[in-house]
């Protein structure tokens, strides 16, 4: 969507890999969210940001990491990707009046 | 904690025929609503808001939900489906976190389908 981007917009990777899925969003909004999507439950938080260098765990945190250093990116991290990681992951900021604005999501298999 | 539950997975019309989707809400607090739409393949667009004002919210093509706060319900309606609303539609509650800020908490999605 407009303002957000997400990338890569597809990744295969193997078991065991260091995977970095990145947002970038030209909005200057504050707060920054990372969902994973299965089928059957919707979108789950990862973790969310609410400024640069500050982070804080969601629902399905294990196996996951992010770092905001600057307030256009938002970074999610797969320290040792494994098949249960394979979903697709989309990127959130919060717009406001206008609510939340989503990437267009990055589909990752683990294989 | 809030949390959504949408009481159907999937849902069948024929086209030209009312909408009607399910949600239900748990908030220990004036909440606010949302329901988004997922074509497939593509990223989530919000169809419509409710945060407090008028009960009865009207969104982008010709949907509307009405918040009934005695049943703790928020359903999503459109009086006549039209092909190209197949798709995923999720019910969201926002969760205030700690500091302040919102997160959305998902509903599992109901898929609807329409035919011809």
């Known amino acids: 969507d407009a303002g957000i981007t997400q990338s890569p917009r597809h990744k295969v990777t193997e078991t065991g890999t260091p995977v970095t899925l990145r947002c970038h969003q030209t909005e200057n909004h504050r707060y920054m969210y990372w969902y994973r999507q299965d089928p059957g439950h919707g979108l789950r938080l990862i973790h969310y940001?609410?400024?640069?260098?500050?982070?804080d765990k969601g629902e399905v945190s294990d196996g996951y990491s992010v770092s905001r250093s600057k307030t256009e990116d938002f970074l999610l991290t797969l320290e040792s990707a494994t098949s249960s990681q394979t979903s697709v992951y989309f990127c959130a900021m919060d717009s406001g009046t206008s609510g939340y604005t989503f990437g267009s999501g990055t589909r990752l298999t683990v294989v | 904690a809030q949390s959504v539950t949408q009481l159907d997975s999937h849902v069948s019309v024929s086209e030209g025929t009312p909408v009607l989707l399910r949600c239900n809400y748990s908030?220990?607090?004036?909440?606010?609503l949302f329901w988004y739409v997922q074509h497939p393949n593509k990223g989530l667009q919000l169809l419509l808001k409710?945060?407090?004002?008028?009960?009865l919210v009207k969104g982008i093509n010709g949907f509307e939900a009405e918040f009934k706060k005695s049943e703790t319900s928020f359903h999503l309606t459109k009086p006549s489906a039209h092909m190209s609303d197949a798709a995923e539609y999720f019910c969201v509650v926002s969760d205030r976190g700690s500091g302040g800020y919102n997160k959305l908490i998902f509903g599992a999605g109901t898929r609807l389908a329409v035919h011809p």
């Open positions: 940001s609410y400024g640069v260098k500050d982070t």
């Open positions: 908030s220990s607090y004036s909440p606010s």
């Open positions: 409710y945060t407090s004002a008028a009960t």
